[in-house]
């Protein structure tokens, strides 16, 4: 499944500088993503390793800092929105150039937005806009350029952090190659399938260090190809790469124990773990299943039946929070603290399930129709923390009398099951955030929406709390002012706390690692983690004359 | 028999008397968590310590051992069979069957069978109980194995097949039946424990790696495939060594098949 495009606000991204004076230049980075990029297009990405190379070689209008969660300016000099939502403006920054030395100029701005935006393009950056209507995109000087949107976008200058600008002399059936001129601190020089990306700095980079001269400060980084993250994390034990962004907290406990390394935990993250029952009516499962799962107190009763606090004390051993909603403390503006705090109450759950007609009945819970209660949770095959809580779920199920089958599945099969066929009972999945603003959960929370997980793209609501979520998230949408969007959500996660669609589990901590010759880390739990900002790290002079050698 | 081979089939069968008495007892319940007790060290209490969950490794084991060993003799024993029949038909029977036989088996061995399995699994019910999904995955193995014994008996049938023996009993006028039975099979019998006893382990490994790809066994049943993967995690294993114990026992069984089937003649 694609991944899920959950909005979620920022993070504790404490500040680890840990750099003395004066940066070091040269040097090679090295760190491990999981495959392949899939294409060096920057307009077709959509998987995680292109996403790492286009951040560290694409140069956008505006970028998120992921250290203060704040916008800034990048290749726009500034912005503006305009008519209440319906336009943004852009200045263009004089002097950028691309990597081969041509300049970037307003017309590539242009260029690059009408190519995504192209009615029929279907061009993955292009989905964070579909909200805006028909949009139009003009130059309006050498260094300006607008955007029209048909309908009002709240907090629509947040989407450009994703759109990368390409050259407008560059043909477009020429993008996917190496050689293609970019604007970001490095450009992809060496590429070998199922080894690395060899990325070497842009010599025409706009942003400059103290003194004039043109960052980043090192001079290339290897991205390495390893699926396995056990070797990865061998292969960091033994200095082979310098960071690890994404630690298991098993393996997260043992970088602790000491080493040339800084482990880092950045407290609870903005990916959630949920589980959620089918409640789509044509499913091919047993009606009184479908009874069972379309009712609001049977989910309620299951969810109080869960023990979230040893989920996340023994599957992640400390290093995840119980959730209560679908967004995390981590995001301070958009988390919702009135929602209650999850309790595990399996007395509570009995009473919920009795109050949905449900008695216990020996060792099982029965339904009113006498059908013994058990279902069967399907899982991605593999990701052993999410099979450990599958376990867990399980034995505490059991000691309400209900009976559940773990389904571990390769990806493929589970998507098949929750997309198309509908050939299940319940899933548990975590969905990963890469945008901060609940915009970017459209696509969850609309009742037609093809991530709306429990019972996707309706052709109406098919509850009146849906309906609600539906007008909410509209108005949410459209609204100009912070506070009324902030309270339209704040109203979605409450019906969603109440209804419970989604039993959300646990936010799991960011957890990171770099070697502790990488200066001026600033780790952040928005991705890319630890390179967010590669054009300022640096190498201790030891490491920098070793990479030199 | 000799000493080496021998001390195997002893070694074989206490630890299938070990596994079948002690995954019995109270005591050893596989699926209990201990949920302040994770990823313990060896004590008194948990003699392998706890795995990630809290639950008893040795019981673990023990259950895994039990499923393992039961499950992978009866998908050999269905792999046999099937060679048996197929080979047999071939061998015997010569000419169109010999050559239809042969193309058969050409095929099964050509197929992917890991992905056909992959596949199978994703096709069982969700709701089937952990110990079905199991018995089905061997019987998915033993309908898979059979091709390359086939080739063998195949041979074996062919030589038998000009044998005195054999020509005395046809033109005595014994039925085909009777023929295989009371002369064939006699004379095959070294041949097909030797494969049978060759395609168990081979059995274990099998489900061993659909495990490794965690698509073995559903929680929380164990199985060796499920207790191996485990081992994935390699830093996690230095640290905490006696996660190599099922490992061990793995290894240990699988060389006391071969040590068994190293001249499956004189058995």
Same mark, same amino acid.
């Given at each position: ?98 990597? /081969? ?27 964070? %806009? ?33 759109? $990368? ?79 690890? /962004? ?86 301070? %503006? ?48 593999? @990701? ?135 200066? @001026? ?9 630890? $390179? ?18 | ?74 998908a050999a024993l269905l792999a046999t069979a099937i060679a048996v029949a197929v080979g047999g038909v071939a061998g ?5 069957w010999d050559a239809l036989a042969m193309k058969t088996t050409d095929v099964v061995l050509s197929l992917p069978w890991l992905f056909l399995l992959l596949i199978a ?16 995955t061997f019987a998915l193995l033993g309908c898979s194995g059979w091709a390359a014994p086939a080739r063998v008996i195949r041979g ?22 009777? #023929?295989?039975? #009371? ?12 494969q049978f006893?060759i395609l168990?382990?081979a059995f274990?490994?099998a489900?061993?790696n ?21 081992? #994935?995690? #390699? ?33």
């Open positions: 499944m694609k991944h899920f495009c959950i909005g979620l606000l920022w993070l504790a991204s404490g500040a680890l500088y840990a750099g003395p004076a004066a940066p070091r230049w040269g040097g090679e980075l090295r760190f491990c993503v999981r495959a392949d990029p899939k294409t060096f297009d920057p307009l077709l990405v959509d998987d995680q390793p292109g996403e790492t190379i286009r951040y560290l070689t694409g140069g956008v209008l505006i970028r998120l800092n992921r250290a203060t969660q704040e916008l800034q300016p990048e290749l726009a000099e500034s912005w503006q929105v305009g008519e209440r939502g319906r336009s943004i403006e852009f200045r263009i920054r004089q002097g950028a150039q691309f990597s /081969d030395g041509s300049a970037f100029t307003a017309a590539d701005a242009a260029y690059t937005l009408k190519t995504i935006l192209a009615p029929g393009a279907n061009l993955p950056a292009a989905d964070a %806009f579909s909200a805006g209507g028909a949009i139009t995109v003009e130059q309006l000087t050498p260094d300006r350029v607008r955007l029209r949107f048909a309908k009002a976008m709240a907090g629509v200058e947040r989407l450009f952090d994703q759109v $990368v600008m390409v050259s407008s002399g560059w043909p477009a059936s020429r993008r996917a190659e190496t050689a293609m001129p970019v604007l970001g601190p490095y450009r992809v020089a060496e590429y070998r399938t199922g080894s690395y990306v060899l990325l070497r700095r842009n010599p025409h980079y706009w942003r400059t260090a103290e003194g004039g001269r043109r960052l980043p400060y090192i001079d290339a980084v290897r991205v390495v190809i390893q699926q396995n993250r056990s070797l990865e994390l061998l292969r960091f034990m033994k200095g082979d790469i310098d960071l690890v /962004d994404t630690l298991d907290p098993g393996d997260y406990e043992k970088l602790t124990r000491g080493g040339a390394w800084h482990a880092y935990d950045l407290g609870p993250g903005l990916a959630t773990e949920q589980m959620w029952f089918n409640q789509r009516s044509a499913a091919p499962i047993p009606d009184y299943k479908k009874a069972w799962f379309q009712s609001r107190d049977f989910r309620a009763g299951i969810s109080s039946a869960v023990n979230r606090a040893d989920l996340a004390r023994v599957v992640y051993r400390g290093r995840a929070v119980a959730a209560a909603g679908p967004v995390s403390p981590a995001n301070r %503006f958009w988390f919702d603290g009135r929602l209650p705090a999850p309790q595990y109450a399996p007395e509570q759950a009995l009473s919920l399930l009795a109050r949905a007609g449900f008695r216990r009945a020996g060792a099982a819970l029965r339904d009113s129709g006498g059908h013994a209660v058990e279902f069967s949770i399907i899982t991605n095959a593999g @990701n052993r923390l999410r099979e450990g809580a599958a376990a867990m779920i399980q034995e505490d199920l059991a000691k309400i009398g209900v009976r559940v089958t773990v389904v571990t599945l390769d990806f493929p099969s589970l998507v098949e099951r929750i997309t198309h066929s509908f050939d299940y009972d319940a899933c548990l999945l975590g969905f990963s955030s890469v945008d901060l603003d609940p915009n970017g959960q459209m696509n969850v929370w609309l009742s037609t929406a093809n991530a709306h997980a429990w019972n996707p793209e309706q052709k109406a609501p098919a509850t009146a709390w849906e309906a609600e979520v539906d007008r909410l998230m509209a108005q949410e949408a459209t609204e100009p002012s912070a506070a009324r969007r902030k309270a339209a959500f704040d109203q979605v996660q409450e019906i969603a706390a109440r209804e419970a669609p989604m039993l959300f589990l646990v936010y799991r901590h960011t957890l990171c690692a770099a070697s502790d010759a990488l200066r @001026n880390l600033s780790a952040s739990v928005l991705g890319p983690q630890l $390179v967010w900002n590669v054009e300022q790290l640096y190498f201790a002079p030891e490491r920098a004359l070793e990479a030199r050698r | 028999m000799t000493r080496a081979r021998r001390a195997a089939a002893i070694a074989l069968g206490a630890v299938y008397l070990v596994s079948l008495g002690a995954s019995s007892l109270p005591h050893f319940d596989y699926a209990r968590q201990f949920r302040d007790c994770v990823t313990a060290a060896p004590s008194l209490g948990h003699p392998l310590g706890t795995d990630e969950l809290g639950r008893d490794s040795l019981a673990r084991l023990l259950h895994a051992s039990r499923v393992s060993l039961l499950l992978a003799p009866a015997y029977r010569g000419g169109a699994r994703a096709w069982l019910p969700l709701t089937a109980p952990p110990w079905q999904t199991l018995v089905i074996a049938i062919r030589e038998l097949r000009a044998s005195d023996a054999l020509l005395s009993a046809k033109a005595c006028g014994y039925s085909p039946w009777r #023929v295989a039975v #009371v002369h064939v099979l006699p004379g095959l019998r070294a041949i097909l424990l030797a006893l168990i382990p274990i490994l489900e061993g659909l495990g490794v790809l965690g698509l073995g066994v559903g929680e929380p049943l164990p199985s060796w495939g499920s207790l191996l993967r485990d081992l #994935v995690n #390699v830093p996690e294993v230095m640290e905490r060594p006696w996660m190599l114990a099922p490992l061990a026992v793995f290894a240990a069984v699988t060389g006391c098949f071969y040590l068994l089937t190293s001249s499956g003649e004189s058995i």
